[in-house]
């Protein structure tokens, strides 16, 4: 499985993004695809994923109200809706796919396939 993530960019606080990340194919055992981030100097960090099979969402506390993830199951394709970005929203935004059980997505090493990173930076 291949993962293309894009649609990051350069904001102002309180601006929005749309990241996208386009799979390549999805094995019969692909779960979900989730969204993480990485800061300088800091650990990749769990956003949000969402399942494939019912599209449930799960969030981190820090994007809850702000990040919408959304699905298109025709076009592998996941999507990050980031709304009212601040700059600490700043770093590299990872998505990965998943072939574990729900309670498990906010783990980096849930997560089988990476995509190659799209940077998003918030600017005060």
């Known amino acids: 499985v291949q993962l293309q993530a894009s649609g990051g960019g350069l904001v102002q606080a309180g601006g929005s993004l749309r990241l996208s990340c386009a799979a390549s194919?999805?094995?019969?055992?692909?779960?979900?695809m989730g969204w993480f981030r990485q800061a300088p100097g800091k650990e990749r960090e769990f956003v949000a994923a969402?399942?494939?099979?019912?599209?449930?969402?799960y969030y981190a506390d820090s994007v809850k109200g702000r990040f919408f993830i959304s699905r298109d199951n025709a076009q592998n394709t996941v999507y990050l809706q980031m709304n009212s970005l601040k700059p600490e929203d700043t770093a590299v935004y990872y998505c990965?796919?998943?072939?574990?059980?729900?309670?498990?997505?906010?783990?980096?090493?849930?997560?089988?396939?990476w995509g190659q990173g799209t940077q998003v930076t918030v600017s005060s």
């Open positions: 990965g796919d998943s072939k574990r059980y729900a309670g498990t997505y906010n783990v980096p090493g849930a997560y089988d396939f």
């Open positions: 194919r999805r094995t019969y055992r692909s779960s979900a």
């Open positions: 969402i399942t494939w099979n019912y599209g449930t969402p």
